[in-house]
């Protein structure tokens, strides 16, 4: 975590220096939405060595595709059950525009940006593990253009399942699962054209770097007083860090006789373990633009996600910690 905050300095360093414009956020923004967030898809169930394929064969696609349906019924229970939770939270808020912007904080976290990465390297890149926080990115994805819009919004009148289909990152997932699925047709497993994996493996790489950098920028960009003395936050981020993730694993408990021995793998406690992890995560990145686009509080967006992010440095190995002494791990 203290690398991944270490991203930040440049972003903030260059903000300082008035070498990144008004614009430069947001094109860093789509960046990271548009091209690295469908990498980490494509990286995840299309690229392979032969060691890893090798374990993922070993499993079995009826396995497979029993943890795949474990892992996101766990993902959806926890989404739904911490947006009933958050709604509960702050119902008697007299800010509204504030509240919902903190309920979607607890809801939705960076597993996409931040869980990935961070599970890569929790389980010394272990594909298996991290096809299973992607399956909760599917979930996360969803219904975050689903519930998402209507926390920001107030209403569920704006939300688009055409803008869900069409999403970036769903068509990447799409094609990622169609291409693992049918390995004849993914054109990453073949060696006479091997180098064309750089090309999902580098973006994806890209995610937590460019993520932090962004995260540096808006700390350049807002005072003390925004970023440290709003209430409101520090709840958002005690149930974005603390609740969200064991709340999922309490969440899980029911499923846990469902896995099987786990011997192929060696990870087949990830099936439930990936959504406590991906939901013990920093805020999503997607508030900021979620509140710019449908008219949400943009500057409660901004401050709350620096100041959780930045509390998330401490707060997550600790909560990870916790978590995997209650498993036993």
Do not use: H
């Not at 990935?116 to 890149?125: C, I, K, L, N």
């Not at 107030?154 to 970036?168: C, Q």
């Not at 981020?237 to 793998?265: C, D, H, N, Q």
């Amino acid at each position: 975590m203290a690398v991944f905050a270490a991203f930040a300095i440049p972003g903030f360093a260059l903000k300082k220096a008035k070498m990144i414009g008004e614009g430069g956020t947001l094109t860093l923004s789509n960046l990271l939405l548009y091209v690295c967030q469908p990498a980490l898809a494509i990286n995840a169930f299309c690229v392979f060595s032969d060691e890893e394929w090798q374990m993922v064969q070993d499993v079995g696609t009826l396995a497979l595709l029993k943890n795949f349906g474990i892992c996101a019924a766990v993902s959806l229970l926890a989404l739904v059950a911490m947006f009933g939770l958050c709604k509960l939270v702050f119902f008697k808020s007299k800010d509204r525009r504030a509240a919902d912007v903190y309920s979607y904080i607890g809801v939705f976290s960076n597993c996409g940006f931040f869980g990935v990465p961070f599970v890569e390297m929790f389980t010394d890149g272990n594909p298996l593990a991290v096809m299973y926080v992607m399956v909760f990115n599917i979930v996360f994805m969803v219904l975050c253009w689903t519930l998402g819009v209507a926390l920001i919004t107030g209403s569920f009148s704006k939300v688009s399942v055409k803008k869900v289909l069409l999403n970036p990152a769903i068509i990447a997932i799409a094609v990622a699962l169609l291409l693992f699925f049918v390995p004849q047709i993914n054109v990453f497993m073949y060696k006479q054209v091997k180098e064309l994996t750089i090309l999902p493996e580098y973006l994806a790489a890209m995610t937590a770097p460019l993520s932090m950098i962004i995260v540096g920028i808006r700390v350049a960009e807002s005072s003390p007083k925004q970023l440290f003395c709003k209430r409101g936050v520090y709840v958002a981020g005690a149930l974005r860090l603390i609740v969200a993730p064991f709340l999922t694993l309490l969440v899980s408990l029911p499923f846990w006789g469902l896995l099987g021995s786990g011997a192929e793998s060696g990870f087949e406690e990830f099936v439930y373990l990936a959504p406590v992890i991906a939901m013990a995560m920093s805020p999503a990145a997607s508030v900021v633009a979620m509140a710019e686009t449908f008219d949400g509080d943009r500057q409660t967006a901004t401050s709350a996600f620096v100041t959780i992010t930045l509390l998330s440095v401490i707060i997550i190995p600790l909560v990870i910690s916790a978590v995997m002494a209650i498993c036993g791990l």
